[in-house]
T-cell receptor, first 112, second 118 residues
């Protein structure tokens, strides 16, 4: 069964710092990997989607990489801002995008 | 982008009662919807996959008689928590796959429903 792990569980950084969030998965036979943001008591906002054939995706200050063979992904956030404070979840899907497996998330706090 | 709504956003009920949560795709058709549960400080766990016009597929360990799922149309799926107990208190989130999902490869998530059972 696919298991997704995220490290660290929590992270507190001063504003302006660049940071990296890590995600690992046990079964490399994934269809794609997606990074989400979740604000307290809210649903999920999709940030970046990486297909299994891709190595990275970028959106603004965010860059996500994927190394399928080693079962790892990283989310890089450049020049962090207090508005980036949220929980970041990674999830992998298998079998034509029908089933998500989520990590437990990294709670990010960016201090002004 | 596509929008998925959930209603209600919060519900408090007494133990033993039933609660219905609705998940709607507002501007697209969804043949498949998914229901997740999230306990505090934990990640989302898939409960069941809901297919329009057919029975839902439940994940291992999820009681299908307790969590009733109905997907009566291409834009609506409902989750009914029957005979709710305090341990059912959780954050329930649905997602919907766009009918054009094979091309877009995207699921859209609802804002979630906070259920508190007293």
């Amino acid at each position: 069964k696919q298991e997704v792990t995220q490290i660290p569980a929590a992270l507190s950084v001063p504003e302006g710092e660049n940071l990296v969030l890590n995600c690992s998965f046990t079964d490399s036979a994934i269809y794609n990997l997606q990074w989400f943001r979740q604000d307290p008591g809210k649903g999920l906002t999709s940030l970046l989607l990486i297909q299994s054939s891709q190595r990275e995706q970028t959106s603004g200050r965010l860059n996500a990489s994927l190394d399928k063979s080693s079962g790892r992904s990283t989310l890089y956030i450049a020049a962090s801002q207090p508005g980036d404070s949220a929980t970041y979840l990674c999830a992998v899907t298998e079998y034509n995008f029908n089933k998500f497996y989520f990590g437990s998330g990294t709670k990010l706090n960016v201090k002004p | 982008g596509a929008v998925v709504s959930q209603h209600p956003s919060r519900v408090i009920c007494k133990s033993g009662t039933s609660v219905k949560i609705e998940c709607r795709s507002l501007d697209f058709q969804a043949t498949t919807m998914f229901w997740y549960r999230q306990f505090p400080k934990q990640s989302l766990m898939l409960m069941a996959t809901s297919n329009e016009g057919s029975k839902a597929t439940y994940e291992q360990g999820v009681e299908k008689d307790k969590f009733l799922i109905n997907h009566a149309s291409l834009t609506l799926s409902t989750l009914t928590v029957t005979s709710a107990h305090p341990e059912d208190s959780s954050f329930y989130i649905c997602s919907a796959r766009d009918l054009a999902g094979a091309a877009t490869d995207t699921q859209y998530f609802g804002p979630g429903t906070r259920l508190t059972v007293l």
